[in-house]
């Protein structure tokens, strides 16, 4: 007799951008002439760097002749791009080994998958607010109890990230095992400090817990003193994965390309060192077949000094977003962090709305469609995120509705 896993039945249904869209398709039909302006979604929307696109021209050339043509490749990925990766660490002051590299077909399915080399018993922890695919698959896992009334899981150790602690999370106070840190954030914007991370290196080291490192974002922060990896803290690499992807960074969103590193020396309880790095090896074979060819070539290109040089020129057109979005909040005197170093923008709602009210009020006012922060966690209440990833042109629009229809 087959029986399902149950523990799907625990997720609560996505909730949070089926109802974004069926508000505003209400608010459509009861304003057919207004023009919606949306703010909400982090899907990038600017085409693909020059010298990027033409690598791939190129990868799919290849493919087109016998003398040129590959099929399946190494399942860790192009010995090339792996070696693109490690010279992008060396850059970033990080030594890393090409071994140490595996290649994917994007962040999220390393983030979700990672879990699965570590034992079913560890305890989880994770900010709040949270990019949720790291907590629904470690619900899937079997490592949660049942959903919460607020919208969490038994057994998840949830770390609050709030204005009291600038949006960086107190070390848990119960012992945690497999820690998921995210900087620059999504959904807050926040972007973690070295001192900040090596109180969690430090932690991690002393607990034998493991760091989940996701650096989605990592290409956008600008201060040279904001570390783009974690292993730019001493002793990282003794207890932190890091996974980092080109879907921000080189709009690769719907190309997919991204990377794990998993150090050899990165321990934890009762294992020696490389057996991380091993079962990682072990769990890609097994059930990953590669990225695809064409977007490894995009991949190589996007690491070269030309392709970071012109995806720089994409990122800097998204953080200019960002600071026409800055100088509207602050202009309507609405406290907000993030936009510096990071493209999402994370605001607090006035005279302590909830997230939702906030949403319905931006998208009745000024016809803006934001994402309210309540739907990222506990600690999202009363914050909504903005995105600079749209185009600049609707980007400039919505700012502009904001301050002349809002009223706060
Ligand atoms: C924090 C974070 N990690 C990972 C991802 C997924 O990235 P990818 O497109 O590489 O799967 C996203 C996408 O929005 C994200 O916000």
Known sequence: MTTINHAYDKLVSGYLFPEI????????????????????????????????????????????????????????????????????????????????????????????????????????????????????????????????????????????CTEENNFFPDLPKEKADLIYLCSPNNPTGATATKDQLKKFVDYARKNKSIIIFDAAYNEFISDSDLPKSIYLIEGAKECAIEINSLSKSAGFTGVRLGWTIVPKSTVCENIEEGKLNSMWNRRQTTMFNGASNIAQEGGIASLSPEGMRQNKEIIDYYM?????????????????????????????????????????????????????????????????????????????????????????
């Open 21 to 160: 869209n069926r508000r505003v398709k209400e608010f459509q039909k009861n304003n057919p002439s207004a023009e919606i302006l949306k703010l909400g979604i982090g899907n990038t929307t600017q085409p693909l760097a020059e010298f990027v696109v033409s690598a791939m021209k190129n990868g799919v050339n290849k493919l087109s002749d016998e003398k040129t043509y590959t099929g399946y490749g190494d399942e860790q990925g192009d010995t090339r791009l792996r070696q693109a990766i490690v010279e992008y660490y060396k850059n970033l002051g990080v030594e890393i080994q090409d071994d140490e590299v595996f290649v994917s077909d994007g962040a999220k399915c390393d983030v979700a998958n990672i879990q699965s080399i570590f034992s079913q018993d560890s305890k989880v922890a994770v900010q709040d607010p949270v990019y949720p695919v790291y907590v629904d698959t470690n619900v899937i896992a079997g490592r949660t109890g049942k959903a919460l009334e607020n919208g969490g899981f038994e057994g998840i150790i949830y770390m609050p």
């Open 320 to 408: 200019e977003n960002a600071r026409i979005l800055k100088q509207c909040l602050e202009e309507k005197k609405l406290s907000f962090v993030g936009g510096d170093n990071s493209p999402y923008l994370w605001v607090k709602t006035p005279n302590n709305m909830k997230s939702w009210d906030f949403f319905d009020k931006l998208l009745k006012e000024a016809h803006v469609v934001c994402t309210p922060g309540s739907g990222f966690g506990k600690s999202g209440e009363g914050f909504i995120r903005l995105s600079a990833f749209g185009n600049k042109a609707n980007l400039k629009k919505a700012a502009e509705s904001i301050k002349k229809n809002m009223k706060i």
